[in-house]
């Protein structure tokens, strides 16, 4: 299952965008309480194929993919240093795939920035300083425990020069995402989660009427910061997100077509960090269920079967395979079929995305 962990400053709505995804209703105003616990909830991943092949196969139940979303307290400056609830609590967001940072531009009285002001760029470098500082501590305390030790492994003499090189670059400023290492250096680190080495999905929490201007302070600064840094940039209105969320399905589309878009932020959210990982898709379907998988891109056949069952892949034969556009075209697997577009392949080939998948095998 893909694991996204929300960070940000307080009061920038990451709650809010966590209650979105997860449907968990978390408290939106820990920061102000003290409390440093972190949110988790799982979140359906939308997909309009599935929802296509549920109406036509009529399945007793409708397995979507999900992620599992981490909501961290907010970092403040200094957190490093004990500011605020201090940054320990990162620790529970050092396994996750992806890091989505909510930035703030909506300005709100009755919810005070907590430095005064929105700065998008500037709050986006407080936090950048704080993961690089969290890292950075993980780091020098290694060192230390293997400069300190009695007797250095091989293990340890490996990791000694490759984490001193990412201290190196961290001192620097530099995230570990952008370090340039050796496939032997990557080794070394393999059971370490460094926070700067993730993905970064930035997530601009807009209001209303910046939203349906998309015009914002700070617009053009953040999407030249993205483009440099290889981030992924989405823009969403968490508090009309909330009010959308609570219309019914029909009055829920007119609200969207009024605001000239097909899909809420948050599934933009979902679909950006499938992107951001390299993750597609693939399907199985049937009258008992439909169902939607998750795999990295440039899987192959026998390798997408194991996501199924072990035996399926153990035993693989071939996979069935037809496109969901020509099923969607065509309306039926049996005119897919009388077409010949259902194609027998081997372990060896590459699903695609939106591939509809019957795995032949025998154990």
């Known amino acids: 299952m893909l694991t996204v962990g929300i960070v940000g400053l307080p009061m920038v709505g990451k709650t809010t965008i966590f ?85 703030r531009v909506f300005a709100n009285p009755d919810v005070p920035h907590v430095d005064g002001s929105s700065n998008p760029l500037r709050d986006f470098d407080t936090v950048r300083v704080e993961l690089l500082l969290a890292d ?7 060192i230390e425990r293997i400069k300190n030790g009695k ?23 530099m995230p570990l995402q952008q370090l340039e290492l050796s496939g032997d250096e990557r080794a070394a680190l393999v059971n370490y989660d460094f926070l700067t080495a993730k993905p970064v999905l930035l997530v601009v929490n807009t209001d209303e009427n910046q939203f349906r201007e998309k015009r914002y302070p700070g ?37 969207l077509a009024d605001l000239g878009v097909r ?25 008992d269920e439909v169902r939607a998988w998750t795999i990295r891109r440039g899987t192959t056949a026998k390798s997408a079967a194991g996501k199924v069952h072990s035996d399926m ?16 075209a065509l309306g039926s697997m049996a005119k897919v079929k009388e077409k010949g577009l259902a194609r027998l392949e081997g372990k060896d080939y590459l ?13």
């Open 19 to 103: 209650n979105l995804l997860t449907g968990a209703g978390a408290h939106t105003s820990n920061f102000l309480t003290g409390k440093a616990d972190t949110n988790v909830g799982t979140a359906q991943v939308p997909d309009p194929r599935l929802d296509f092949l549920a109406r036509l196969y009529n399945p007793r139940r409708t397995v979507y993919a999900r992620i599992q979303c981490s909501d961290v307290p907010g970092l403040v400056r200094g957190a490093a240093q004990g500011q605020g609830v201090g940054n320990r609590f990162l620790d529970g967001i050092r396994k996750v795939d992806l890091l989505a940072h909510v930035l």
């Open 219 to 255: 617009k053009e600064e953040l999407a030249s910061l993205a483009a440099a840094g290889d981030l992924a940039l989405i823009e969403v209105c968490g508090r009309l997100e909330m009010e959308i969320a609570l219309l019914e399905p029909e009055e829920r589309a007119l609200f």
């Open 313 to 328: 892949e153990r035993g693989f034969i071939r996979a069935e395979v037809v496109k969901f556009n020509d099923l969607y």
């Open 351 to 363: 699903v695609e995305d939106g591939d509809i998948i019957n795995f032949r095998f025998n154990v």
């Open 151 to 173: 007797k250095i492994s091989k293990e340890a003499a490996r990791e000694l020069p490759v984490l001193e090189k990412c201290l190196r670059a961290l001192e620097n400023e």
């Open 263 to 287: 899909e809420l932020g948050t599934e933009r959210l979902v679909r950006a960090a499938y992107a951001q990982l390299g993750l597609i898709s693939f399907f199985t379907v049937g009258e």
């Open 136 to 142: 950075m501590e993980l780091v020098e305390k290694r």
